[in-house]
C-alpha cells in the first residue's frame, strides 16, 4: 500500500537586498526542505529556509526558478516575488556591524554559560574534596577505602568536566572577540582606501561592460544597478576617509608629502629608499620583495634626520626614534621568553635596566617599576615615554657589554620622575588579608616552598579597597582591590606581606 500524498502548500520566495532570499510557508517534516536544499536553501532558527550570502545583492533568479519548479513538479504552490532595489551604503554598513554585534553577543552568552558550568563542576569538585582530611591517603584494605575511591573519582569526573566546559567558554569568547575585532577593522582608515581601490577597479570594469555593444535589454539595467551603486558606495567611502582627515585622526600618505630620496617604513616590514613617487604607489630602492608600495602601507617617512610617523604629526631625530623602535624590540622579545641561557640573560638585562634607570632594587617587583610609567592622559605622555625607552636602551647597552652595575648607575642622569607611588623602606609585616585596609601597600604574598614560606610578587601596590568576608566551600574568602585595578580573592588564613603606613 502507497504512503498517502501530502496535500500541496502555498509557498512564498521573497527576495529584497534587506533580508536576501527567504522562504515561507513551509514546516517541519513536510518534505519542503529536502526539495529546496539541493538548490543552495538552508535553515537556521533564526532566519528559517534561506539563501546564504544573497542580502544586498540581487536575486539569485537561476536558483530561485529551478527551486520554484521542483516545488510545482510536486504538487505545491509557488509565488515569487523579488525586490532588487538596493539600500544606500551607510544603511548597509549599519545593518552589518549590528548583525556583528548580535552574534558576538550569542557568543558571548554561550561563552558565560560555560564558564558558569565550568563554575559550578569546580564548586562541587571542591566540597567533595574539602571533606578529606589534607594529605589524607587512600587505604586499600580498609572498610573506609570503597567510598573514598567512589568519592574522588566523582570529584576528578567533576574537575575533568569542568575543564572541558572552561575550554568551550574560551573558544567561544575568542569567536565573539574575532567578530568585533572584525567589525571594528572594517572603520580602519588604512582599509578603507583599499576599499575604495577595490570599489573604483570594479566600477571601471562595470563601465568597459556598459559600453559593450552587446550590453542590451534586462542585461544593461542590472550592470546600470551596479554601476549606480558602485558610484554610491565609493562616495561614502570617501565622505569617511574625508571626515577622518578633517578631524585629524587620519592623514593619508600621498604624492603631495612623499618625494624621491625619502625614507619610508613599509607595513613594519622596514625602511626603504624611494626612487620615484607614483600616482598611488611609490616605487623602492628594493632588489627584492617589496619593490613597490602603496600609500595605504606606509607607516612613517624620514628625511633630513627627521621622522614623521604620521603626515600631520610632529617631526622628531631619527635617532631617537632608532633608539626607541629598538627599545621595543628587545622588550618584546623578552616579554616573549625563553630558556636557553641567551634568552635569560637578555631577558634579565631588560629587568634590569627597567629598575636602574628608576633607582628601584633590581629585585623590584614590575608593579613598581609601573609606578614610574607615564599615564596616557598626562601631558607630553609620548615625548616622556620616548624618553624612557632611549635611557632603558643606553642601560641595557651598557650591561650587554659587561659594564658594573655600580659605574652604570654613577653615571646616570638624574631622573626627576616621581612615581604613582613608592614601596616603604623597611621590612614588610605578615599579615592575614582580613588584617589589610584600604591605604596599605602589599609587598606580596606568602606561599609554601620547601616546607617554609616564600614571598612572590603577584600582588603588589596600595590597597584600594577591601572587601567584606564570603563564605564558601568551607572557608573564608576576601577580595583585595590595587592601586592598577586588578583584584586578588585570598582565603583569610594565607598570609601577605604589607606596610601599612597609615597606621600606628
Not at 289 to 311: C, S, V
Not at 345 to 354: C, I, K
Not at 358 to 381: K, T
Request: glycine fraction near 8%.
Amino acid at each position: 500500500m502507497s504512503a498517502p500524498r501530502k496535500s500541496p502548500l502555498l509557498i512564498t520566495i521573497t527576495h529584497t537586498h534587506e533580508d536576501g532570499t527567504i522562504l515561507t510557508g513551509s514546516r517541519r517534516g513536510d518534505g519542503v526542505y529536502e526539495l529546496v536544499q539541493p538548490h543552495g536553501f538552508r535553515y537556521s532558527t533564526d532566519v528559517g529556509i534561506y539563501i546564504r550570502g544573497t542580502r544586498d545583492r540581487d536575486a539569485p533568479t537561476s536558483r530561485i526558478e529551478a527551486t520554484a519548479t521542483a516545488l510545482r513538479a510536486h504538487g505545491h504552490q509557488v509565488t515569487v516575488d523579488i525586490d532588487d532595489t538596493w539600500r544606500p551604503a551607510a544603511d548597509r554598513e549599519a545593518a552589518r556591524s549590528d548583525r556583528a554585534a548580535d552574534r558576538a553577543d550569542r557568543y558571548t552568552a554561550r561563552a558565560d554559560a560555560a564558564a558558569g558550568r565550568a563554575d559550578a563542576r569546580h564548586d562541587a569538585a571542591h566540597a567533595i574534596l574539602d571533606q578529606i582530611p589534607a594529605g589524607q591517603p587512600m587505604l586499600p584494605g580498609h572498610h573506609s577505602y570503597p567510598g573514598d575511591r567512589r568519592h574522588r573519582e566523582r570529584a576528578h569526573a567533576h574537575l575533568d568536566t569542568a575543564i572541558d566546559a572552561q575550554k568551550t567558554a574560551d573558544g567561544l569568547a575568542e569567536r565573539a572577540a574575532a567578530v568585533r575585532a572584525h567589525d571594528n577593522r572594517r572603520d580602519n582608515p588604512r582599509v578603507i582606501m583599499r576599499r575604495i581601490e577595490r570599489l573604483t577597479a570594479d566600477l571601471r570594469r562595470t563601465r568597459r561592460s556598459l559600453d559593450a555593444p552587446d550590453t542590451t535589454g534586462g542585461y544593461r539595467d542590472r550592470i546600470q544597478r551596479d554601476y549606480d551603486r558602485l558610484v554610491e558606495d565609493i562616495a561614502h567611502q570617501r565622505a569617511k576617509l574625508d571626515h577622518l582627515t578633517a578631524d585629524g585622526t587620519f592623514v593619508a600618505w600621498s604624492r603631495d608629502n612623499l618625494a624621491p630620496g625619502d625614507l619610508v617604513n613599509v607595513s613594519g616590514f622596514g625602511w626603504y629608499r624611494i626612487t620615484k613617487v607614483n600616482t598611488k604607489t611609490v616605487s623602492l630602492d628594493n632588489r627584492e620583495w617589496p619593490q613597490k608600495a602603496p600609500f595605504d602601507e606606509i607607516y612613517g617617512r624620514r628625511r633630513d634626520g627627521q621622522q614623521l610617523d604620521t603626515p600631520n604629526g610632529e617631526p622628531w631625530p631619527v635617532t631617537l626614534a632608532i633608539a626607541v623602535a629598538r627599545w621595543q624590540r628587545l622588550f618584546a622579545r623578552a616579554a616573549r621568553g625563553g630558556y636557553d641561557e641567551a634568552a635569560q640573560r637578555h631577558d634579565r638585562h631588560v629587568r634590569w635596566a627597567l629598575r636602574i634607570v628608576h633607582g628601584l632594587d633590581l629585585s623590584a617587583a614590575a608593579a613598581e617599576v609601573a609606578a614610574f610609567i607615564p599615564d596616557p592622559d598626562e601631558p607630553g605622555f609620548v615625548d616622556e615615554q620616548r624618553r624612557l625607552a632611549a635611557a632603558y636602551l643606553a642601560v641595557y647597552q651598557r650591561l650587554d657589554t659587561g659594564d658594573p652595575i655600580p659605574d652604570i648607575i654613577a653615571d646616570l642622569p638624574p631622573q626627576h620622575r616621581e612615581p604613582a607611588w613608592r614601596m616603604p623602606g623597611g621590612k614588610p609585616l605578615q599579615r592575614h588579608p582580613d588584617a589589610v585596609h584600604e591605604g596599605d601597600i602589599l609587598a606580596g604574598i606568602y606561599d609554601h616552598h620547601a616546607g617554609g614560606l616564600a614571598l612572590t610578587l603577584e600582588a603588589v601596590g596600595p590597597v584600594t579597597a577591601v572587601s567584606g568576608i564570603r563564605h564558601h566551600n568551607g572557608r573564608d574568602w576576601i577580595t583585595l582591590t590595587l592601586h592598577d585595578g586588578s583584584t586578588h580573592e585570598l582565603a583569610t588564613g594565607r598570609w601577605v606581606a604589607v606596610h601599612c603606613p597609615h597606621q600606628p
